[in-house]
């Protein structure tokens, strides 16, 4: 196969046939993929509606393999899940975040995702202090991404990590807020500092008025509960448009930028303000 650059389209394509022996390639390429430094975090911005400022960036992992090209994390997260080694890229991806923070402005934070399994890693909540104090960055600015179904009994431990980064200072958000089982009994249970409604509610939401009912009622539970609300995948103006009447705080998605490289977020916040 033909070595390819940074820029290179991906062509291999997230699926459960991908077969047993492609998984064990790519996890022995995995294996190394960190010391070879072949990952790098790109960076997705939030935008606050009402302010019209950038408040921060979702940090999303990248995997440059040497000979098949750019990797999406729809198929590497779950090899990495698997054999275990998302505790290292997940401790690269915090300690990565926090040295980005030191260079960017205050106001501005980052938010990385974590797997389930990441939480059985009692571990993960001395890496992350240490990141923080390493980089001299206020907690604050660090928010953790968990997905609702994370939270399901088997990973009994997860609110107990998840009260000590709270504990910590660090904010926490309940991603693909809709697509999971008992979303409000979680927002009952744990302090989250947001909700990010699910990409696929936001697509639908012009077209389909049983869409447009449940966003706009999730915008009013965050309210209610005083808590911050994203909205995943925005795309046009008209979405844009509907969220600012209905009143979503931060919107997140192509139309306002797609994930960019470290240099590209530099000249970002040197930008003005959009309206
Ligand atoms: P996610 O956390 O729900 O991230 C949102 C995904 O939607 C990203 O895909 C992003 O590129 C994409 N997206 C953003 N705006 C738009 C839009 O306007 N339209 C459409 N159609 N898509 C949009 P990506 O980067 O491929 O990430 C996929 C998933 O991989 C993420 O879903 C997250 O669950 C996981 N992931 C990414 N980075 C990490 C990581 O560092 N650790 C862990 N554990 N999971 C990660
Ligand atoms: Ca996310
Ligand atoms: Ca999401
Ligand atoms: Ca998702």
């Known amino acids: 196969a033909k070595k390819s650059g940074p820029g290179t389209i991906c062509f291999f394509e997230a699926s459960d046939d991908t077969s047993a022996r492609e998984r064990r390639a790519l996890q022995h390429d995995l294996e190394h993929a960190i010391e070879a430094d072949e990952l790098f975090l790109v960076y997705q911005p939030f935008l606050d509606i009402r302010q019209g400022r950038i408040t921060g960036f979702e940090a999303l992992l990248r995997w440059q393999?040497?000979?098949?090209?750019?990797?999406p994390p729809s198929v590497f997260i779950p090899i990495a899940e698997e054999s275990g080694l998302i505790h290292q890229l997940g401790?690269?991806?915090v300690r990565r975040a926090c040295a980005m923070l030191a260079r960017w402005p205050d106001g501005i934070r980052i938010a990385v995702n974590f797997s389930a399994v990441?939480?059985?890693?009692?571990?993960?909540?001395?890496?992350?202090?240490?990141?923080?104090?390493?980089?001299?960055?206020?907690p604050d600015r660090l928010e953790i991404e968990i997905t609702e179904s994370m939270l399901i009994s088997k990973y009994g431990a997860a609110p107990a990590i998840l009260n000590s980064l709270l504990e910590l200072g660090l904010t926490v958000a309940l991603d693909d807020f809709g697509t999971g089982f008992s979303s409000l009994t979680y927002l009952r249970k744990l302090p989250f500092s947001r909700i990010k409604i699910d990409q696929s509610f936001i697509r639908d939401m012009l077209t389909q008025p049983d869409c447009a009912a449940i966003v706009k009622s999730v915008i009013g539970l965050a309210q209610e509960l005083k808590i911050g609300v994203v909205a995943e995948g925005v795309e046009t103006v008209d979405q844009l448009e509907y969220l600012r009447?209905?009143?979503?705080?931060?919107?997140?998605g192509y139309l306002i930028g797609r994930p960019m490289s470290a240099s590209e977020i530099a000249s970002m916040l040197d930008t003005k303000p959009r309206q």
Not at 121 to 135: C, P, S, W
Not at 245 to 252: A, F, G, I, N, P
Request: net charge negative.
């Open 118 to 138: 990441q939480f059985q890693n009692v571990g993960i909540l001395q890496t992350i202090v240490e990141a923080l104090a390493e980089a001299k960055v206020a």
């Open 245 to 252: 009447q209905t009143s979503c705080d931060e919107v997140q």
């Open 91 to 93: 401790e690269w991806v």
């Open 65 to 71: 393999h040497p000979v098949r090209g750019l990797i």
